[in-house]
């Protein structure tokens, strides 16, 4: 397998969702449990084979370009069980011979024999959920390591043969400064990981810190954040990281395809507890409920919505712009959004250029609101 290729237009992918941690994050609204047994694991694989089985029969005429596992911590389930998983992947669909084949980790969760297995079986990039270098950070945070464990943990993965690693970084943290954001920005860039993912922490609703953070008190000032924002951009290109997608940055060919392929509408297929799947202009959902999940894997009741067009031009956009090198600019695009495009030119947010549309840096500072406007 070979890592050498960009975001391409034609392609498939897949993303298995492990809902499993060894704890739940306070800040992490995601679909995902702590606590559970060895049996319930072994059931959810069972069942998550069961599914994969029953649904590659109707993408027989499809070839798989990227594989995601993600969750919850996808290296909290016993080695054989993931490689079982991956291996019946591999038998039931056309998986290309240069697949991006990822796995989500938690540093702590992962030995040297899990990655060489994992390596040996076709994983070829693993993303480490490092989130801060600093201790302090690291343990308001509630993870279950520190920063010399994400140390091994990554070591680990290069001796087991991984070059293409993602570290997860995150910025504005309750206690969390300017000079220890940038003290764990060069921590990373030390490492000379392939790609760094670098995200501003956001409340969510339904999570431990919604009820502790709500009123932004013990957190950093939207000033700092600001300043951490543009230390990210600064510090990470300098070092030879060039940033493709708002919060993703890379080292030249080390784009992740699989997230390319959701910016950019391509087609992918869930598999597992709630993931969800986007083909044939309709996106649905798998079922949530882990017990229900277990007992019925492939007879499964799904809210399917079918997008309409405008539904489309919507997605186009908020998703697409997303990307540094912005959209293609199509007629339809400046006839419904003529008015709305020539004020955020005219406001020096987006700019238009060899026929594409994309944010400009004051642009990508206000993306959000910008991308409000273009819901119709």
């Not at 997860?168 to 003290?183: N, R």
């Not at 502790?212 to 924002?229: A, H, I, Q, V």
């Amino acid at each position: 397998m070979t890592n050498d290729k960009r975001c391409d237009m034609d392609r498939f992918g897949l993303y298995v969702h492990i809902p499993f941690c060894e704890r739940k994050c306070p800040y992490c609204d995601f679909l995902s449990f702590a606590g559970c047994g060895k049996t319930v694991k072994l059931d959810y694989a069972g069942s998550l084979i069961r599914e994969i089985k029953a649904k590659a029969k109707k993408y027989s005429d499809r070839t798989v370009s990227s594989i995601f596992f993600g969750g919850g911590t996808p290296t909290t389930l016993q080695t054989g069980e993931t490689l079982r998983i991956l291996k019946t992947i591999y038998e039931s669909f056309n998986v290309a011979s240069d697949a991006e084949v990822t796995t989500e980790a938690n540093p702590g969760t992962v030995n040297p024999y899990m990655l060489k297995e994992y390596k040996k079986a076709g994983f070829n990039r693993i993303s480490f959920g490092l989130q801060s270098a600093d201790n302090k950070e690291l343990s308001k945070l509630k993870r279950i390591h520190t920063y010399e464990e994400f140390l091994f943990s990554y070591d680990t993965a290069k001796q087991a043969g991984f070059d293409n690693i993602n570290i997860d970084i995150m910025s504005a943290l309750p206690g969390q400064t300017v000079k220890s954001y940038e003290e764990t920005l060069n921590k990373v860039i030390g490492l000379d990981p392939a790609h760094i993912s670098a995200y501003s922490l956001i409340i969510e609703e339904n999570t431990k810190f919604y009820d502790k953070y709500k009123d932004g008190k013990g957190l950093p000032s939207e000033n700092t954040d600001r300043k951490m924002y543009a230390l990210t951009k600064e510090i990470l290109e300098d070092a030879g990281y060039h940033r493709y997608e708002i919060s993703n940055y890379a080292k030249e060919g080390y784009e992740c395809r699989h997230n390319c392929l959701y910016w950019e509408r391509g087609e992918y297929l869930g598999l597992g507890l709630g993931a969800s799947s986007f083909a044939g202009g309709m996106r649905w959902k798998n079922d949530p409920d882990l017990a229900h999940y277990i007992a019925s894997s492939n007879k499964q009741k799904y809210e399917i919505v079918r997008l309409t067009k405008d539904d489309e031009l919507e997605e186009t956009m908020f998703l697409g712009l997303r990307m540094m090198k912005g959209i293609k600019e199509t007629p339809l695009i400046t006839k419904t959004y003529g008015d709305i495009l020539k004020r955020h030119e005219d406001l020096l947010l987006i700019e238009r250029k060899d026929g594409n549309i994309r944010l400009t840096d004051k642009g990508i500072d206000v993306s959000n609101s910008i991308f409000a406007d273009y819901i119709l």
